[in-house]
């Protein structure tokens, strides 16, 4: 893949990371400090969008040159967004929920090129249909402590909260939290723009 530029990942999500590298990218990595709490959107694509955005704006306005990755996913639940759980308790509630049910989930994507403030932005839905869960499978899932960091409170790439999954209809790699298709697409097409390819 042909990158004309430096870029930059505005996640400290190992996943993103791993996932980026996997295609062969190399990249910076800067944390943003957006604070993915109450930002009052509720419509599951919006929410998203304006997170990932919010990332790559607050990583850009450091940066002189390259184009800056901004990321945010979520699961949603009958209309309701599921974010990363607050405790055990709250995981253990998100899970009750999805178990046996059908949920979705979406990714935001923003690119920001700078010193230009060219923006292109898309998203990805995949729909997860979980299999019954056992009581005590949830707790032990819980104490493992890896659904603390990951929304809706499970992972389906690096631990054994995939075993919960019983189909996907859509991109695997957006359930795993950046779907690469689709960044693919969009960064061949913002190259483009920005006449670097």
């Known amino acids: 893949m042909i990158v004309k530029k430096n870029l930059i990942l505005a996640s400290a999500s190992p996943r993103r990371q791993a996932l980026l590298r996997q295609m062969g990218l190399i990249f910076d990595v800067r944390a943003s400090n957006v604070d993915e709490n109450n930002i009052g959107i509720q419509n599951p694509k919006e929410h998203v969008l304006a997170l990932s955005e919010r990332k790559a704006q607050d990583i850009a306005k450091c940066v002189e040159e390259g184009i800056v990755i901004g990321a945010d996913t979520i699961v949603v639940l009958e209309g309701k967004i599921l974010g990363k759980p607050s405790d055990h308790n709250d995981a ?106």
Not at 134 to 148: D, R
Not at 163 to 184: A, S
């Open 92 to 197: 253990y509630g998100m899970l009750m929920a999805l178990s046996g049910r059908w949920h979705e989930v979406y990714t935001g994507l923003t690119l920001i090129d700078r010193p230009s403030n060219q923006i292109i932005s898309a998203t990805e839905r995949t729909r997860v249909k979980f299999r019954t869960l056992e009581e005590g499978e949830i707790v032990e899932y819980i104490q493992s402590g890896a659904p603390l960091d990951k929304a809706g409170a499970y992972g389906i790439q690096d631990d054994y909260g995939a075993v919960f999954v019983e189909k996907i209809d859509g991109c695997f790699y957006n359930v795993v939290g950046f779907p690469l298709t689709k960044f693919y697409l969009i960064f061949l097409e913002f190259q483009k723009q920005l006449g670097l390819l």
